[in-house]
DNA sequence: GTCTATAGTCGGATAGAC
DNA sequence: GTCTATCCGACTATAGAC
């Protein structure tokens, strides 16, 4: 079975994009080297240059790919949470398990194991922002954090925009993602290699908890 | 006023260590280069394998650096919970105080100016450890999260080498080490160039008040 | 102790065969 | 569309003048 046209064997692009996410992920954009890329995609060096412009083309198509599978598994509840905020008839309660349900995706994300190759290049621009951060900035970061401040805001009755809400989604989303960069540290800590069914339930209901204890007895300062 | 054979004008060891600090930080390991090193650093490019045996060396050097500047500021708060701890007739109020008293002396390292230097090594090495990680780990992260462990394990009953102390451990230090790992996104979304005084007084009371009813509604779970 | 010069390797992109 | 061969610049480390 092979069609006409399409595909050989499989699509060099397809395995460029994957052996990117493991080499910018492991050495980041200027410890990666092209051969590396081409070699753990078993295609040809020049085949970079050839079907994305260059190394930084490669890289720009790497982070579109991480923000297009982020995005698809947690905007959904993202625009959830925008179309409920609109509503005007939300309940603290409700907001709150907003919260918690977007966060859940969040980390449910994070949990899974393909996240330790991707993961590494996001926090890398989290960090240093190039120009590949504005793609995931705007379809992504940016979308959740207004939606988990525009709850806040709604839950402790302050405006979304404040500082106080910018700060404390933050500070919320942070729980989440610090076990992203956090990862190996916290591996080495509680002496394994990968994180648990239980782990990623724990972590999950740690947050849970923080969220709900900490919103429920702060006025909005 | 020079004495008779120690600095001329200044250590080029010290300088080195100070360019490493900017160079690595920015660049990674990898991606910085010896020449941007020396570079900075004002000092000739051949200095580096001599005085430091090689740019590993160096990077080994800078990362010794942080650990005993940061150990400097926020091991003393570390040590006294460690002797808090073995009384045995420690209240959960001064338990918490303590625990929040570390917390503080971590947000106000993280959120001073010079860590955007220092602390994007350390958040990279915390993704990937290489040989450098053990270095800052043995000394200064190792203790600080069986600190905060310890004190956790004290006011919630459990062990304090159980998953969960350690894994509540992580979430708490984790709110403030996001202001650092996600720095860039937290300033964009609030519009600054840099964090302010009141800023990072937000940040402190947010983690406190996270802490206080985080964990004084929870159960050991 | 600090410099210049250079050796030897490896980087990304390109030319051109097939 | 995929390969080999290669250019040329940049890399780290070293040799040796001063």
Redesign the pocket.
């Known amino acids: 079975m092979k069609s006409p046209s399409s595909k050989?064997k499989e699509d060099?692009r397809r395995r460029l994009i994957d052996a990117g996410l493991e080499i910018f992920g492991t050495h980041g954009f200027e410890g990666?080297?092209?051969?590396?890329l081409a070699g753990k995609a078993g295609?040809?060096?020049?085949?970079?240059?050839?079907?994305y412009?260059?190394?930084?083309g490669l890289y720009h198509a790497v982070v579109a790919y991480i923000a297009e599978n982020a995005g698809r598994f947690i905007l959904p509840v993202t625009e959830k949470i925008t179309a409920a905020l609109q509503t005007d008839d939300l309940s603290t309660d409700a907001a709150v398990g907003l919260l918690v349900k977007q966060l859940s995706a969040f980390i449910q994300l994070v949990g899974q194991g393909e996240s330790r190759r991707w993961g590494r290049i996001i926090i890398r621009e989290q960090m240093q922002p190039t120009k590949a951060f504005d793609i995931i900035y705007d379809r992504v970061i940016r979308r959740v954090h207004e939606a988990c401040a525009g709850l806040i805001g709604h839950i402790l009755q302050i405006p979304p925009a404040s500082d106080t809400a910018i700060i404390r989604a933050h500070s919320v989303v942070g729980q989440a993602m610090i076990f992203q960069a956090a990862r190996e540290t916290i591996l080495r800590r509680l002496g394994r290699r990968e994180f648990t069914f239980d782990d990623i339930e724990m972590i999950r209901s740690i947050v849970e908890d923080q969220i709900r204890n900490t919103l429920r007895h702060s006025s909005g300062k």
Not at 32 to 36: E, G, I, L, Q, V
Not at 43 to 51: E, G, K, L, M, W
Not at 53 to 56: C, D, I
């Open positions: 050989t060099p990666a080297t092209t051969r590396m295609v040809n060096q020049a085949a970079i240059p050839y079907y412009g260059g190394k930084e």
